[in-house]
């Protein structure tokens, strides 16, 4: 990793000394700092939870080998075929504890059920709900053990960490749970692993990263010999490979058709276009039948685009939305918000910044006294509209957040206005009628 490397290893070599790791990994690999760091973050799982270690241990007896570099947009990476995983040093220790588990808890899914690699045979159906359990159980694997680590230790960083960028899935976690610190439940992995499916931007990413991309390539390349899409798997299979407590079974085990659910199943309008182009493609090509599994499933409301779902991954983790994470559980004035769990948390932030100057507070409390909703509507060609008669102010997601903190209070102020007018014009009236 070079001067970069060297100069981080320099500045921080004072923080984190070098400490055998108490779990055998074979490999640890990097510089001396770049070993300390990782040793350290296997060292708090180890010590701190009892679910954390048991996927760190498997990892380490399957031969994986620990080590760091940098990477965009990513705080690590599982390679399954060379038994790796890559922590990025950028990102602070502990964030790299939930990164971690979750990493592991890939390579442990692996070594369950070895067709997860087989992408491309399977029904569109089934690769939907393989590539989710996948990333849905190795995240409510990475809460529990954050959520296990500050029950046992005290220390809440790893789990404060992982609410900034998953509040959806923390959240779910914790509460279900049975009381301050209560033991991990099978009912709080459920609750963590379908609260992935509420960040619909996470969702519609990964139906573009796995299912819609690998057809774009597919059809680029003009091979189709890697895309039969004819196999299935049931939901039942699927959690029971995946969805493991420490006991050896499916914490789905009175749910198993959990992944058949309506919601958790759901595809978004662009997919099922890029679905239904690339079958017609290949039928053309190939004459292969086209796989109808998908047309049955739930098409989500609107038809969100793609540039927006990943500048909304991109907002989600960004340092000023992870300052103010706890704050924007909700908003200051208590506004009637609606759309999905992303659309709430960013309008709560911008609500919550314009409240800072009690100007505009006082503006935007006209909203909530006149009954207002506000909500994101993504084919607007404007920066907001208002429906006086519906009650609602609907504001374009594209724009950034400063146009849209414009936008929702000069139409809050146009609402002021007329209340004003109309409480003036009532007065008058009922002065002319004494």
Known sequence: MGLISSAL??????????????????????????????????????????IGKAVL????ASGYTLYMD???????????????????????????????????????QAERATWTGDRGAFTMKTELMLSRAEEADAQATAAAACYEIRATTGNGAPLRSMYETDPYIVGA?????????????????QAAFKGWFDNDEIVIAYEQCY??????DASKKKDYSKTPYNKTLSSAQIVTAFCVNPDGKSYFSDDKNVLTDRRLSAINADTVKAFDKFFQERKEKTGKPADKSYKALKTRDGERSLKSVFQGIKRSFSAEYRKTSERDKSNLLDLNLQGDASDIRRMNHLVNDLCENQENRKI????????YSVAFEE???VGAVRDDYKKSILLN?????NGLKKALLLQSERVETRMSAMNRLMAMRQKKSR
């Open 9 to 50: 290893d320099e500045m921080n070599s004072e923080e984190i000394k070098w400490e055998a790791p108490l779990i055998d990994f074979q490999k640890i690999l990097g510089t001396e700092y770049e070993r300390a760091r990782i040793s350290n973050v296997v060292n708090t799982i180890a010590r701190g939870s009892k």
């Open 57 to 60: 241990e498997q990892a380490a």
């Open 397 to 401: 997601p594209a724009m950034e957040d």
């Open 70 to 108: 940098f990477m965009t947009d990513a705080c690590a990476a599982c390679f399954v075929d060379k038994k790796k995983i890559v922590l990025n040093p950028s990102f602070p220790q502990e964030t790299l504890v939930s990164s971690l588990v979750h990493e592991a808890r890939h390579a442990e």
């Open 364 to 371: 935007l409390t006209a909203l909530k006294k006149a009954g």
């Open 379 to 381: 084919s607007m060609r």
């Open 173 to 189: 976690l914790t509460n279900a749970a049975e009381g301050k610190n209560a033991a991990v439940t099978d009912k709080m992995m």
């Open 211 to 216: 299912q819609v991309a690998q057809m774009e």
